[in-house]
């Protein structure tokens, strides 16, 4: 799932907005900030290369994007992409003899040889619906079944409801943004100027002629503090393109993508198919979270990453939907056998379809001692009941535990400031499942375009945690990935503050992020570069 989405999780009938807050007074960069000095939660990133890594040395990392695609010419981000100098863009030959046609910049597998690529797909529940549809849709109450069918109609009948339940929730949606959107874009033309020309006076001075202007003026009235008319005008036709493409692809059992590819998509052994096309149809995501993990610093252009000597290999399975077990499998080995020392992975879905393959390719990428680090999801739920595909835990058929993968942290979402919303109120969480936090509000970062965005979410944060990797094993590239997952979790700051976490729809309760991760902390710079040089001078003696 492009977790992108979570930002339009609304209370759908009352249609409350998504708001972003003061965005004007918003450090720039916040999450390279420190508490102490700036006053927000940052990790620490600028104070770290001021003082513990000033004038110190390091080599270059290859980050592994598995994302959406990623803007490799975006100018904040073309002198830090991976380039494979073994290959070409465009000759159509296989230079590097590795199966993979012109991959100069890394590769698509939601892709095919002709160019053409998979822009939408399901949710993973809606495929899995509708294969056991044809099993079991005509199932009664007086079929007589053996125990194994019976199991798994009744998790068939599970998948069903929560199925209609999104559905229903994704027309309403749909017909409630679609009004509104009409409403507003009706308002605009007869204002007569630009949305981002639209102040409060234009706004207070329209007389609206119908009930639904009146409710869109009254949210447009809400949200213009928040970041200006033509911010509220791009959050709702956003809002409106997000439920019709749920009812549209997401939900749409009769929509299916994978024949684009073209690949035995049963066969999840089968590692050649797709095609170079890096960027995609939509590459607003995997270029947002590639700038976090290391825009080039300090070159007076848009943003600076979290670390200074990387190389961002892009590989593109993320659809506008969920993505499928066996691409996830083959991203992570290919990202592995170019290199990658840290994967960043900021996507998830509920359910899973081959494990299997994931798990060894998990498996593999640790015998290659990579680092993977993965976004907890933006659910609000928490991932010890409610699981987060793909996970840190191997299984065996029946589900049960056979394992844990020790190169693997899986990343939550924070916010700015040290009060209860501290814990960013769309993270999800969890005791066992959730590592650390990140910071995951209000980040701005690089989009298609050589542009800039602010966006939010659980993919977010992981990016951030990836960068911080990728600058430990920069200047300590003796560290191993699992030494460098410890360092991550040792060396974490752990606020006492109280925060907020829901607990089914309509209750909440009051918890310490100790209760609800592994370490109970924010990622550090400045205390993972020290923890950094204690773990190398124990290994020189």
Known sequence: MNLKQSLYLIALG??????????DTIPANWFNLDYKTDGVMGISTEKTYKTLLKGRKSTPVIVGVLDGGVDVYHEDLKDVVWINVKDSLANG???????????????????????????????ELTRQ?????????????????????????????KMLAKYKNKLEEAKMGQFSYDALKRNIYAVVREIGKKPEDITQEDIDNFKATTNTQRIALAYAKDE?????????????????????????????KAYDSRPIVGDNYEDASERYYGNADVKGPDALHGSHVAGIIGAKRNNNVGINGVADNVKILTVRLVPDGDERDKDVANAIRYAADNGAKVLNMSFGKSYAYNKQAVDDAIKYA???????????????????????????????????????????ITVGATGLYLDNELLADFSNYGKKTVDVFAPGVHINSTVPDSKYKEEQGTSMAAPVVAGLAAMIRSYYPNLSAVETKQIIMESVEKPNQLVQVKVGEDASKTVRLADIS??????????????????????KK
């Open 14 to 23: 009352a249609l409350p907005l998504i708001s972003f807050g003061q965005s």
């Open 93 to 123: 030959i296989d230079n590097d003899g590795n199966g993979y046609i012109n991959d100069k910049y890394g590769w698509n597998f939601i892709g095919n040889a002709d160019g053409k690529d998979v822009q939408f797909d399901n949710l």
């Open 129 to 157: 619906l509708r294969v056991l549809d044809k099993k079991f849709a005509n199932i009664t109450a007086a079929t007589e079944l053996n125990e194994t069918d019976r199991k798994a109609f009744a998790s068939y009948q």
């Open 224 to 252: 213009i503090n928040n970041g200006g008319f033509a911010k509220f005008f791009d959050d709702i036709t956003e809002g409106a393109k997000y439920f019709n493409n749920q009812v549209d692809y997401h939900l749409n």
């Open 366 to 408: 640790e015998s290659k001692d990579v680092l993977m680090v993965h976004a907890a999801g933006n659910d609000s739920e928490d991932n010890d009941i409610e699981p987060n595909f793909p996970m840190k835990y191997y299984t065996d058929v029946k589900g049960d535990t056979t394992g844990i993968a020790n190169a693997w």
């Open 518 to 539: 592994v370490t109970g902390g924010i990622v550090n710079a400045y205390n993972a570069i020290i923890k950094a040089e204690e773990y190398t001078n124990r290994k």
